[in-house]
Protein backbone atom coordinates (compact mmCIF):
# COMPACT_ATOMS: atom_id res chain seq x y z
CA UNK A 1 0.00 0.00 0.00
CA UNK A 2 2.81 2.20 0.97
CA UNK A 3 6.22 2.33 -0.74
CA UNK A 4 9.02 4.32 0.23
CA UNK A 5 12.26 3.84 -1.66
CA UNK A 6 15.76 5.34 -0.76
CA UNK A 7 14.08 8.73 0.98
CA UNK A 8 16.31 11.31 1.68
CA UNK A 9 15.47 14.48 3.19
CA UNK A 10 18.25 16.93 3.75
CA UNK A 11 17.77 20.23 5.18
CA UNK A 12 19.92 23.67 3.60
CA UNK A 13 20.18 26.27 4.27
CA UNK A 14 23.35 28.62 3.89
CA UNK A 15 25.29 27.74 6.91
CA UNK A 16 23.64 24.46 7.97
CA UNK A 17 22.83 21.29 6.77
CA UNK A 18 20.49 18.70 8.73
CA UNK A 19 19.43 15.29 7.48
CA UNK A 20 15.83 14.62 8.30
CA UNK A 21 15.54 11.28 6.99
CA UNK A 22 18.52 9.39 5.92
CA UNK A 23 18.02 6.44 2.81
CA UNK A 24 15.00 4.95 4.27
CA UNK A 25 12.49 2.10 2.54
CA UNK A 26 9.93 0.84 3.30
CA UNK A 27 7.02 -1.29 2.84
CA UNK A 28 4.11 -0.93 4.67
CA UNK A 29 1.09 -3.62 3.44
CA UNK A 30 -2.16 -3.08 2.77
CA UNK A 31 -4.43 -2.99 6.41
CA UNK A 32 -1.15 -3.27 8.76
CA UNK A 33 -0.97 -0.70 11.40
CA UNK A 34 2.43 0.15 11.20
CA UNK A 35 4.38 2.27 13.93
CA UNK A 36 7.13 4.10 13.80
CA UNK A 37 9.33 5.10 17.12
CA UNK A 38 12.58 6.64 17.70
CA UNK A 39 13.37 9.82 20.51
CA UNK A 40 12.66 13.58 19.15
CA UNK A 41 14.03 14.47 16.50
CA UNK A 42 14.88 11.01 14.81
CA UNK A 43 13.40 12.02 12.01
CA UNK A 44 10.09 10.16 12.03
CA UNK A 45 7.80 13.32 11.24
CA UNK A 46 9.39 14.08 8.46
CA UNK A 47 9.46 10.67 7.22
CA UNK A 48 5.51 10.89 7.82
CA UNK A 49 4.92 14.04 6.10
CA UNK A 50 7.01 12.59 3.07
CA UNK A 51 4.23 10.18 2.84
CA UNK A 52 1.78 12.58 1.53
CA UNK A 53 4.45 14.99 0.43
CA UNK A 54 3.87 17.63 2.69
CA UNK A 55 7.77 17.45 2.96
CA UNK A 56 8.82 16.89 -0.45
CA UNK A 57 11.79 13.97 -0.20
CA UNK A 58 15.28 15.41 -1.81
CA UNK A 59 15.71 11.81 -3.67
CA UNK A 60 13.80 9.08 -3.72
CA UNK A 61 10.38 7.95 -4.38
CA UNK A 62 7.17 7.25 -2.71
CA UNK A 63 4.25 5.10 -3.77
CA UNK A 64 1.05 4.98 -2.16
CA UNK A 65 -1.58 2.43 -3.79
CA UNK A 66 0.98 2.08 -6.83
CA UNK A 67 0.89 5.90 -7.47
CA UNK A 68 4.20 7.37 -7.55
CA UNK A 69 3.24 10.55 -5.54
CA UNK A 70 6.53 12.71 -6.48
CA UNK A 71 5.04 12.24 -10.17
CA UNK A 72 1.92 14.13 -9.66
CA UNK A 73 1.01 17.51 -10.79
CA UNK A 74 -0.04 20.16 -8.13
CA UNK A 75 -4.08 19.14 -9.16
CA UNK A 76 -3.19 15.21 -8.83
CA UNK A 77 -1.66 15.77 -5.84
CA UNK A 78 -4.84 17.72 -4.45
CA UNK A 79 -7.01 14.51 -5.74
CA UNK A 80 -4.59 11.93 -4.15
CA UNK A 81 -3.73 13.57 -0.46
CA UNK A 82 -8.11 13.22 -0.38
CA UNK A 83 -7.08 9.13 0.04
CA UNK A 84 -4.46 10.11 2.40
CA UNK A 85 -5.98 11.44 5.51
CA UNK A 86 -3.44 12.98 8.21
CA UNK A 87 -3.75 13.96 12.34
CA UNK A 88 -1.51 15.58 14.58
CA UNK A 89 -0.14 15.75 18.35
CA UNK A 90 -1.31 18.95 17.95
CA UNK A 91 -4.90 18.45 16.34
CA UNK A 92 -4.62 21.69 14.46
CA UNK A 93 -8.91 22.19 13.76
CA UNK A 94 -9.47 25.84 12.32
CA UNK A 95 -10.85 27.38 15.70
CA UNK A 96 -13.22 29.52 13.95
CA UNK A 97 -15.31 27.10 12.61
CA UNK A 98 -17.64 24.93 14.26
CA UNK A 99 -17.35 20.82 15.00
CA UNK A 100 -19.93 20.29 11.98
CA UNK A 101 -17.91 22.94 9.65
CA UNK A 102 -14.31 21.22 10.28
CA UNK A 103 -15.18 18.08 9.16
CA UNK A 104 -17.39 19.59 6.00
CA UNK A 105 -14.41 21.13 4.94
CA UNK A 106 -12.66 18.13 4.19
CA UNK A 107 -15.94 17.36 1.54
CA UNK A 108 -15.99 20.38 0.62
CA UNK A 109 -12.17 20.38 -0.56
CA UNK A 110 -12.81 17.18 -2.42
CA UNK A 111 -15.69 19.09 -4.45
CA UNK A 112 -18.77 17.74 -2.38
CA UNK A 113 -21.78 18.95 -3.31
CA UNK A 114 -23.25 20.62 -0.40
CA UNK A 115 -26.36 18.82 -0.40
CA UNK A 116 -24.23 15.78 0.31
CA UNK A 117 -21.78 16.79 3.20
CA UNK A 118 -24.49 17.29 6.01
CA UNK A 119 -25.18 13.39 6.34
CA UNK A 120 -21.87 12.31 6.11
CA UNK A 121 -20.72 14.62 8.56
CA UNK A 122 -22.94 13.26 11.23
CA UNK A 123 -22.18 10.20 10.53
CA UNK A 124 -18.84 10.66 10.63
CA UNK A 125 -19.08 12.61 13.80
CA UNK A 126 -21.32 9.37 15.30
CA UNK A 127 -18.65 6.96 14.13
CA UNK A 128 -16.25 9.29 16.40
CA UNK A 129 -18.39 9.12 19.72
CA UNK A 130 -19.02 13.11 19.03
CA UNK A 131 -22.71 13.06 17.24
CA UNK A 132 -23.79 15.72 19.44
CA UNK A 133 -21.12 18.06 19.11
CA UNK A 134 -21.38 18.93 15.77
CA UNK A 135 -22.29 22.54 16.77
CA UNK A 136 -19.70 23.17 19.19
CA UNK A 137 -16.20 25.31 18.16
CA UNK A 138 -12.80 23.56 19.18
CA UNK A 139 -12.11 25.99 21.88
CA UNK A 140 -14.57 24.19 23.84
CA UNK A 141 -13.64 20.90 23.98
CA UNK A 142 -10.92 18.41 25.45
CA UNK A 143 -7.93 17.27 23.68
CA UNK A 144 -9.35 13.36 23.27
CA UNK A 145 -12.29 14.90 21.73
CA UNK A 146 -10.31 17.55 19.15
CA UNK A 147 -8.16 14.56 18.21
CA UNK A 148 -11.46 12.86 17.63
CA UNK A 149 -13.06 15.44 15.10
CA UNK A 150 -9.32 15.84 13.24
CA UNK A 151 -10.24 12.15 12.87
CA UNK A 152 -13.33 12.46 11.45
CA UNK A 153 -11.69 15.74 9.07
CA UNK A 154 -8.90 12.77 7.78
CA UNK A 155 -11.70 10.29 7.03
CA UNK A 156 -13.79 12.27 6.10
CA UNK A 157 -13.16 11.07 1.98
CA UNK A 158 -12.64 7.75 2.72
CA UNK A 159 -8.93 7.75 2.67
CA UNK A 160 -7.02 4.36 2.30
CA UNK A 161 -3.84 5.39 4.21
CA UNK A 162 -4.51 7.40 7.64
CA UNK A 163 -0.73 9.16 8.77
CA UNK A 164 -0.52 9.65 12.87
CA UNK A 165 1.83 12.32 14.23
CA UNK A 166 2.40 11.71 17.59
CA UNK A 167 -1.67 11.63 17.59
CA UNK A 168 -2.07 10.96 21.06
CA UNK A 169 1.42 12.06 22.47
CA UNK A 170 -0.37 14.86 23.64
CA UNK A 171 -3.31 13.00 25.63
CA UNK A 172 -3.18 12.13 28.90
CA UNK A 173 -2.67 7.69 29.21
CA UNK A 174 -6.97 6.76 29.71
CA UNK A 175 -7.63 9.42 26.57
CA UNK A 176 -4.49 7.81 24.63
CA UNK A 177 -6.29 4.37 25.34
CA UNK A 178 -9.62 5.42 23.82
CA UNK A 179 -7.95 7.32 20.94
CA UNK A 180 -6.03 3.69 20.49
CA UNK A 181 -8.84 2.23 20.26
CA UNK A 182 -10.67 4.31 17.96
CA UNK A 183 -7.93 4.08 15.62
CA UNK A 184 -7.84 -0.10 15.94
CA UNK A 185 -11.62 -0.12 15.43
CA UNK A 186 -11.04 2.05 12.03
CA UNK A 187 -8.34 -0.15 11.08
CA UNK A 188 -10.77 -3.25 11.46
CA UNK A 189 -14.05 -1.72 9.95
CA UNK A 190 -13.08 0.08 6.99
CA UNK A 191 -9.41 -1.82 6.44
CA UNK A 192 -7.43 1.57 6.30
CA UNK A 193 -3.75 1.42 6.48
CA UNK A 194 -2.78 3.16 9.75
CA UNK A 195 0.80 4.74 9.95
CA UNK A 196 1.98 5.72 13.28
CA UNK A 197 4.36 7.62 14.57
CA UNK A 198 5.52 7.58 18.53
CA UNK A 199 7.79 8.02 21.04
CA UNK A 200 5.53 5.93 23.05
CA UNK A 201 6.22 2.38 23.04
CA UNK A 202 3.33 1.46 24.80
CA UNK A 203 1.17 2.39 21.63
CA UNK A 204 3.35 -0.06 19.53
CA UNK A 205 2.28 -2.95 22.17
CA UNK A 206 -1.00 -1.57 21.95
CA UNK A 207 -1.80 -1.42 18.46
CA UNK A 208 1.10 -2.34 15.72
CA UNK A 209 1.37 -4.94 14.00
CA UNK A 210 4.15 -3.95 12.60
CA UNK A 211 6.72 -1.06 13.74
CA UNK A 212 10.47 -0.04 12.41
CA UNK A 213 13.09 1.97 14.70
CA UNK A 214 14.78 4.99 14.00
CA UNK A 215 17.60 6.72 14.56
CA UNK A 216 19.33 10.06 13.10
CA UNK A 217 17.24 9.92 10.13
CA UNK A 218 17.45 5.77 9.71
CA UNK A 219 15.52 2.87 9.80
CA UNK A 220 17.85 0.70 11.99
CA UNK A 221 15.47 -1.66 13.10
CA UNK A 222 11.60 -3.30 11.69
CA UNK A 223 9.61 -6.48 12.17
CA UNK A 224 7.07 -7.16 13.71
CA UNK A 225 5.99 -5.78 16.60
CA UNK A 226 5.87 -9.20 18.27
CA UNK A 227 9.42 -10.21 17.04
CA UNK A 228 10.87 -6.46 17.96
CA UNK A 229 9.33 -6.52 21.22
CA UNK A 230 10.76 -10.43 22.05
CA UNK A 231 13.86 -10.37 20.30
CA UNK A 232 15.18 -6.43 19.96
CA UNK A 233 18.78 -6.59 18.39
CA UNK A 234 19.73 -3.02 18.40
CA UNK A 235 20.58 -0.94 21.63
CA UNK A 236 18.08 1.59 21.04
CA UNK A 237 15.57 -0.54 20.46
CA UNK A 238 16.18 -2.63 23.68
CA UNK A 239 15.91 0.56 25.77
CA UNK A 240 12.67 1.19 24.03
CA UNK A 241 11.36 -2.61 25.26
CA UNK A 242 12.70 -1.43 28.54
CA UNK A 243 9.93 0.99 29.25
CA UNK A 244 7.46 -1.21 28.56
CA UNK A 245 9.14 -4.94 29.49
CA UNK A 246 10.86 -2.56 32.72
CA UNK A 247 12.52 -5.57 34.80
CA UNK A 248 14.07 -3.90 37.78
CA UNK A 249 14.35 -6.06 40.39
CA UNK A 250 15.30 -4.54 43.59
CA UNK A 251 19.27 -4.25 44.37
CA UNK A 252 18.73 -5.88 47.96
CA UNK A 253 17.07 -8.53 46.23
CA UNK A 254 20.17 -9.29 43.62
CA UNK A 255 22.32 -8.99 46.39
CA UNK A 256 20.51 -11.29 48.56
CA UNK A 257 20.18 -13.99 45.75
CA UNK A 258 21.53 -17.36 46.65
CA UNK A 259 21.32 -19.26 43.26
CA UNK A 260 21.44 -18.16 39.37
CA UNK A 261 18.81 -16.14 38.07
CA UNK A 262 17.62 -16.55 34.68
CA UNK A 263 14.85 -14.86 32.47
CA UNK A 264 12.94 -17.06 30.60
CA UNK A 265 10.64 -15.78 28.10
CA UNK A 266 7.26 -17.37 26.92
CA UNK A 267 5.97 -16.44 23.68
CA UNK A 268 2.29 -16.88 22.94
CA UNK A 269 -0.07 -19.08 25.29
CA UNK A 270 1.93 -20.38 27.94
CA UNK A 271 -0.68 -21.99 29.26
CA UNK A 272 -1.01 -25.59 27.67
CA UNK A 273 3.27 -25.68 28.12
CA UNK A 274 4.37 -26.79 31.51
CA UNK A 275 8.02 -25.47 31.20
CA UNK A 276 8.53 -24.85 35.01
CA UNK A 277 7.34 -27.93 36.32
CA UNK A 278 8.69 -30.33 33.74
CA UNK A 279 12.17 -28.56 34.34
CA UNK A 280 11.91 -28.91 38.35
CA UNK A 281 10.88 -32.24 38.21
CA UNK A 282 13.78 -33.72 35.56
CA UNK A 283 16.08 -32.16 37.43
CA UNK A 284 17.41 -31.90 41.35
CA UNK A 285 17.32 -28.13 41.16
CA UNK A 286 14.85 -26.05 43.14
CA UNK A 287 13.24 -22.77 41.36
CA UNK A 288 12.05 -19.78 42.84
CA UNK A 289 9.78 -17.21 40.53
CA UNK A 290 11.29 -13.69 41.87
CA UNK A 291 9.37 -11.70 39.13
CA UNK A 292 6.75 -12.11 36.28
CA UNK A 293 4.82 -10.34 33.81
CA UNK A 294 2.59 -10.87 30.85
CA UNK A 295 2.45 -8.14 28.19
CA UNK A 296 0.45 -8.50 25.16
CA UNK A 297 1.30 -7.34 22.07
CA UNK A 298 -1.16 -6.25 19.87
CA UNK A 299 -3.63 -8.67 21.62
CA UNK A 300 -0.42 -12.14 21.53
CA UNK A 301 0.91 -12.86 24.74
CA UNK A 302 4.63 -12.21 25.70
CA UNK A 303 5.65 -13.70 29.10
CA UNK A 304 8.38 -12.83 31.26
CA UNK A 305 9.61 -14.37 34.55
CA UNK A 306 12.64 -13.82 36.51
CA UNK A 307 13.52 -17.14 38.42
CA UNK A 308 15.87 -18.28 40.77
CA UNK A 309 17.51 -21.45 40.63
CA UNK A 310 18.98 -23.41 43.20
CA UNK A 311 21.27 -26.32 43.36
CA UNK A 312 24.49 -27.89 42.35
CA UNK A 313 26.28 -26.00 39.78
CA UNK A 314 26.39 -29.05 37.27
CA UNK A 315 22.52 -29.65 37.67
CA UNK A 316 21.62 -25.76 37.77
CA UNK A 317 23.55 -25.48 34.49
CA UNK A 318 21.52 -28.42 32.54
CA UNK A 319 18.46 -27.13 33.93
CA UNK A 320 19.32 -23.96 31.99
CA UNK A 321 20.14 -25.84 28.65
CA UNK A 322 16.81 -27.53 28.88
CA UNK A 323 14.86 -24.64 29.71
CA UNK A 324 16.94 -23.07 26.86
CA UNK A 325 15.99 -26.21 24.27
CA UNK A 326 12.36 -25.35 25.22
CA UNK A 327 11.63 -21.94 25.04
CA UNK A 328 14.78 -20.55 22.96
CA UNK A 329 14.95 -17.80 25.03
CA UNK A 330 16.74 -17.84 28.39
CA UNK A 331 18.96 -15.44 29.45
CA UNK A 332 21.25 -16.05 32.97
CA UNK A 333 21.59 -12.54 34.20
CA UNK A 334 23.02 -12.95 37.70
CA UNK A 335 25.91 -16.17 38.48
CA UNK A 336 25.40 -17.95 41.80
CA UNK B 1 -20.11 79.86 24.64
CA UNK B 2 -23.11 77.30 24.17
CA UNK B 3 -24.60 80.26 21.45
CA UNK B 4 -21.36 79.92 19.65
CA UNK B 5 -21.24 75.73 19.83
CA UNK B 6 -25.02 75.98 18.14
CA UNK B 7 -23.54 78.89 15.95
CA UNK B 8 -21.38 76.68 14.64
CA UNK B 9 -23.08 73.70 14.76
CA UNK B 10 -24.24 73.36 11.12
CA UNK B 11 -20.53 73.76 9.62
CA UNK B 12 -19.63 71.32 12.09
CA UNK B 13 -21.87 68.99 10.70
CA UNK B 14 -21.31 69.24 7.13
CA UNK B 15 -17.56 68.99 8.43
CA UNK B 16 -18.21 65.93 10.53
CA UNK B 17 -19.65 63.93 7.29
CA UNK B 18 -16.58 65.29 5.39
CA UNK B 19 -14.56 63.70 7.79
CA UNK B 20 -16.70 60.15 7.50
CA UNK B 21 -16.82 60.34 3.66
CA UNK B 22 -12.74 60.25 3.93
CA UNK B 23 -12.23 57.88 6.41
CA UNK B 24 -15.21 55.47 5.14
CA UNK B 25 -13.86 55.47 1.38
CA UNK B 26 -9.78 55.20 2.90
CA UNK B 27 -11.22 52.20 4.48
CA UNK B 28 -12.85 50.46 1.59
CA UNK B 29 -10.18 50.39 -0.49
CA UNK B 30 -8.49 49.22 2.61
CA UNK B 31 -10.29 46.11 2.54
CA UNK B 32 -10.52 46.13 -1.04
CA UNK B 33 -6.89 46.24 -2.16
CA UNK B 34 -4.91 46.16 1.47
CA UNK B 35 -6.88 43.06 2.21
CA UNK B 36 -5.94 41.06 -0.93
CA UNK B 37 -2.29 42.59 -0.40
CA UNK B 38 -2.09 41.66 3.21
CA UNK B 39 -2.52 38.08 1.92
CA UNK B 40 -0.76 38.07 -1.19
CA UNK B 41 2.18 38.44 1.49
CA UNK B 42 1.60 36.19 3.70
CA UNK B 43 0.84 33.31 1.48
CA UNK B 44 4.17 33.95 -0.49
CA UNK B 45 5.91 34.14 2.15
CA UNK B 46 8.73 31.29 2.61
CA UNK B 47 7.40 28.05 3.54
CA UNK B 48 3.84 29.34 2.65
CA UNK B 49 1.83 27.41 -0.11
CA UNK B 50 1.99 30.06 -2.80
CA UNK B 51 6.40 30.95 -1.95
CA UNK B 52 7.58 33.12 -3.95
CA UNK B 53 10.44 35.35 -3.67
CA UNK B 54 9.76 37.71 -6.50
CA UNK B 55 6.28 38.65 -5.86
CA UNK B 56 7.15 38.80 -2.09
CA UNK B 57 9.80 40.76 -2.36
CA UNK B 58 8.37 43.61 -5.40
CA UNK B 59 5.17 43.27 -2.85
CA UNK B 60 7.49 43.84 -0.24
CA UNK B 61 9.12 46.84 -1.33
CA UNK B 62 6.46 48.88 -2.44
CA UNK B 63 4.31 48.27 0.59
CA UNK B 64 7.76 50.08 2.70
CA UNK B 65 8.20 52.88 0.25
CA UNK B 66 5.05 53.88 0.45
CA UNK B 67 4.44 53.47 4.52
CA UNK B 68 7.82 55.45 5.09
CA UNK B 69 6.96 59.00 3.52
CA UNK B 70 5.27 60.98 6.09
CA UNK B 71 1.64 61.27 5.09
CA UNK B 72 1.23 64.94 4.77
CA UNK B 73 4.48 64.26 2.07
CA UNK B 74 2.65 61.64 0.50
CA UNK B 75 -0.49 64.03 0.17
CA UNK B 76 1.51 66.64 -1.65
CA UNK B 77 3.35 64.17 -3.93
CA UNK B 78 -0.16 62.61 -4.98
CA UNK B 79 -1.67 65.90 -6.00
CA UNK B 80 -0.77 65.23 -9.46
CA UNK B 81 -2.19 61.95 -9.21
CA UNK B 82 -5.52 62.92 -7.92
CA UNK B 83 -5.78 65.65 -10.18
CA UNK B 84 -5.70 63.24 -13.21
CA UNK B 85 -8.08 61.20 -11.98
CA UNK B 86 -10.70 63.74 -10.19
CA UNK B 87 -9.71 67.14 -12.02
CA UNK B 88 -9.66 68.20 -8.47
CA UNK B 89 -7.44 69.04 -4.83
CA UNK B 90 -9.78 69.87 -2.62
CA UNK B 91 -12.73 68.44 -0.95
CA UNK B 92 -13.12 65.58 0.67
CA UNK B 93 -13.43 63.06 -2.24
CA UNK B 94 -10.19 64.74 -3.53
CA UNK B 95 -8.52 64.13 -0.08
CA UNK B 96 -9.82 60.60 0.00
CA UNK B 97 -7.00 59.78 -2.91
CA UNK B 98 -3.86 60.01 -1.07
CA UNK B 99 -5.70 58.78 2.29
CA UNK B 100 -6.80 55.32 0.20
CA UNK B 101 -2.56 55.03 -0.85
CA UNK B 102 -1.86 55.41 2.48
CA UNK B 103 -4.30 52.67 3.99
CA UNK B 104 -3.71 49.84 1.73
CA UNK B 105 0.25 49.31 2.59
CA UNK B 106 -1.04 50.39 6.49
CA UNK B 107 -3.67 47.63 6.56
CA UNK B 108 -1.73 45.24 4.20
CA UNK B 109 1.01 45.17 7.00
CA UNK B 110 -1.84 44.55 10.08
CA UNK B 111 -3.78 41.75 8.05
CA UNK B 112 -0.20 39.87 7.52
CA UNK B 113 0.78 40.05 10.47
CA UNK B 114 -1.87 38.81 11.78
CA UNK B 115 -2.28 35.59 9.37
CA UNK B 116 0.81 35.01 10.59
CA UNK B 117 -0.54 33.82 14.02
CA UNK B 118 -2.34 31.26 12.35
CA UNK B 119 -0.46 27.78 13.18
CA UNK B 120 1.05 26.67 10.55
CA UNK B 121 -0.39 23.31 11.46
CA UNK B 122 -3.98 24.54 10.70
CA UNK B 123 -2.74 25.32 7.26
CA UNK B 124 -1.27 21.67 6.89
CA UNK B 125 -4.11 19.98 8.37
CA UNK B 126 -5.99 21.91 5.17
CA UNK B 127 -3.36 21.05 2.63
CA UNK B 128 -3.34 17.39 4.20
CA UNK B 129 -7.27 16.84 3.40
CA UNK B 130 -6.16 18.01 -0.47
CA UNK B 131 -7.76 21.49 -0.51
CA UNK B 132 -6.88 24.27 -2.95
CA UNK B 133 -4.54 27.63 -2.23
CA UNK B 134 -7.79 29.46 -3.25
CA UNK B 135 -9.89 27.39 -0.41
CA UNK B 136 -7.10 27.35 2.03
CA UNK B 137 -7.40 31.34 1.96
CA UNK B 138 -11.17 31.64 1.42
CA UNK B 139 -12.08 29.33 4.38
CA UNK B 140 -9.37 28.66 6.54
CA UNK B 141 -7.32 32.06 6.35
CA UNK B 142 -9.81 34.67 6.43
CA UNK B 143 -12.11 33.06 9.13
CA UNK B 144 -9.11 32.66 11.48
CA UNK B 145 -7.32 35.71 11.01
CA UNK B 146 -11.17 37.46 11.18
CA UNK B 147 -10.42 39.37 15.08
CA UNK B 148 -7.42 40.02 13.43
CA UNK B 149 -8.93 41.48 10.28
CA UNK B 150 -11.39 43.73 12.07
CA UNK B 151 -9.19 45.03 15.15
CA UNK B 152 -6.97 45.95 12.33
CA UNK B 153 -9.82 47.92 10.55
CA UNK B 154 -10.50 50.06 13.39
CA UNK B 155 -6.67 51.20 14.14
CA UNK B 156 -6.66 51.63 10.41
CA UNK B 157 -9.95 53.95 10.73
CA UNK B 158 -8.55 55.77 13.69
CA UNK B 159 -5.31 56.20 11.80
CA UNK B 160 -7.12 57.30 8.85
CA UNK B 161 -8.62 60.21 11.30
CA UNK B 162 -5.46 61.49 12.00
CA UNK B 163 -4.53 61.60 8.38
CA UNK B 164 -7.97 62.93 7.40
CA UNK B 165 -7.09 66.37 9.66
CA UNK B 166 -3.86 66.62 8.12
CA UNK B 167 -5.57 65.96 4.76
CA UNK B 168 -8.33 68.68 5.94
CA UNK B 169 -5.24 71.68 6.63
CA UNK B 170 -4.60 71.57 2.49
CA UNK B 171 -8.25 71.70 1.59
CA UNK B 172 -9.28 68.47 2.39
CA UNK B 173 -12.20 69.41 4.27
CA UNK B 174 -13.97 67.86 7.40
CA UNK B 175 -13.04 68.42 11.49
CA UNK B 176 -9.46 69.02 11.14
CA UNK B 177 -10.10 71.63 8.72
CA UNK B 178 -12.50 73.43 10.60
CA UNK B 179 -10.75 73.10 13.56
CA UNK B 180 -7.07 74.76 11.76
CA UNK B 181 -10.12 77.36 10.07
CA UNK B 182 -11.35 78.46 13.30
CA UNK B 183 -8.97 77.65 15.98
CA UNK B 184 -5.50 78.37 14.39
CA UNK B 185 -6.46 81.49 12.16
CA UNK B 186 -9.05 82.97 14.60
CA UNK B 187 -8.03 82.03 17.94
CA UNK B 188 -11.85 80.47 18.46
CA UNK B 189 -11.05 78.33 21.47
CA UNK B 190 -14.65 77.13 21.39
CA UNK B 191 -14.59 75.52 17.92
CA UNK B 192 -11.25 74.13 18.82
CA UNK B 193 -12.47 72.83 21.75
CA UNK B 194 -15.58 71.48 20.19
CA UNK B 195 -13.72 69.55 17.05
CA UNK B 196 -11.45 67.90 19.64
CA UNK B 197 -14.39 66.60 21.42
CA UNK B 198 -16.06 65.50 18.73
CA UNK B 199 -13.17 63.93 17.60
CA UNK B 200 -12.47 62.11 20.86
CA UNK B 201 -15.75 60.72 21.06
CA UNK B 202 -15.49 59.40 17.45
CA UNK B 203 -12.30 57.55 17.70
CA UNK B 204 -13.58 56.10 21.30
CA UNK B 205 -16.85 54.92 19.83
CA UNK B 206 -14.40 53.41 16.74
CA UNK B 207 -12.74 51.73 19.13
CA UNK B 208 -15.35 50.57 21.06
CA UNK B 209 -17.58 49.62 18.14
CA UNK B 210 -14.26 47.54 16.67
CA UNK B 211 -13.17 45.92 20.27
CA UNK B 212 -17.09 44.89 20.38
CA UNK B 213 -17.06 43.03 17.18
CA UNK B 214 -13.78 41.43 16.77
CA UNK B 215 -14.74 40.20 20.49
CA UNK B 216 -17.80 38.97 19.40
CA UNK B 217 -16.49 36.60 16.31
CA UNK B 218 -13.42 35.29 18.33
CA UNK B 219 -14.23 31.70 19.12
CA UNK B 220 -10.83 31.08 20.31
N1 LIG C 1 11.82 22.48 8.25
C1 LIG C 1 13.00 22.05 8.76
N2 LIG C 1 14.13 22.75 8.56
C2 LIG C 1 15.30 22.31 9.05
N3 LIG C 1 15.46 21.18 9.74
C3 LIG C 1 14.38 20.43 9.99
C4 LIG C 1 13.09 20.82 9.51
N4 LIG C 1 12.18 19.88 9.88
C5 LIG C 1 12.88 18.96 10.58
N5 LIG C 1 14.20 19.28 10.64
C6 LIG C 1 15.26 18.50 11.29
O1 LIG C 1 15.17 17.17 10.85
C7 LIG C 1 15.40 16.28 11.93
C8 LIG C 1 14.23 15.34 12.09
O2 LIG C 1 13.11 16.05 12.58
P1 LIG C 1 11.70 15.38 12.80
O3 LIG C 1 11.33 14.60 11.60
O4 LIG C 1 10.77 16.44 13.21
O5 LIG C 1 11.99 14.40 14.01
P2 LIG C 1 10.96 13.63 14.94
O6 LIG C 1 9.59 13.78 14.38
O7 LIG C 1 11.45 12.23 14.94
O8 LIG C 1 11.08 14.25 16.28
C9 LIG C 1 15.67 17.14 13.14
O9 LIG C 1 17.05 17.25 13.31
C10 LIG C 1 15.08 18.46 12.79
O10 LIG C 1 15.77 19.49 13.42
MG1 LIG D 1 7.88 14.66 15.28
Redesign the interface.
Known amino acids: MITIENVNKVYETKTSRVVGVDDVSLEIKKGEIYGIVGYSGAGKSTLLRCMNILERPTSGKIFIDEVDLLSLSNKELRKARQSIGMIFQGFFLTSSKTVFDNVAFALKAAGVPKSERKDRVLELLDLVGLGDKANQYPAKLSGGQKQRVSIARALANNPKVLLCDEATSALDPSTTKSILALLKKINKEFGITIVIITHEMEVVKEICDKCAVMQDGQVIEQGSSYEIFANPTKPLTKQFIQTVLNFELPEQLLESCQGTLVQLQFRGSIAGDPVVSDVLQKFPVQGNILHGKVEYIKDTPLGIFIMELLGDQQDVNNAIDYLQQRLKQVEVIQHA | MLDRVIEILPELNVAFIETLIMVGIGLLVAIILGLPVGILLYVTDRGLFLENQFVKGVLGVIVNLIRSIPFIILLVFLFPFTEFLLDKTTGPFAASVSLSVAAIPFYARIVESSAREI?K??I?????????PW?IIK??IL??T?PGLISGLTITAISLIGYSAMAGTIGGGGIGDLAIRYGYYRYDNTVMFTTVIVLIVLVQFIQYLGDFIAKA?N??
Open positions: DGVEAAIAVGASMDIPEKVKR
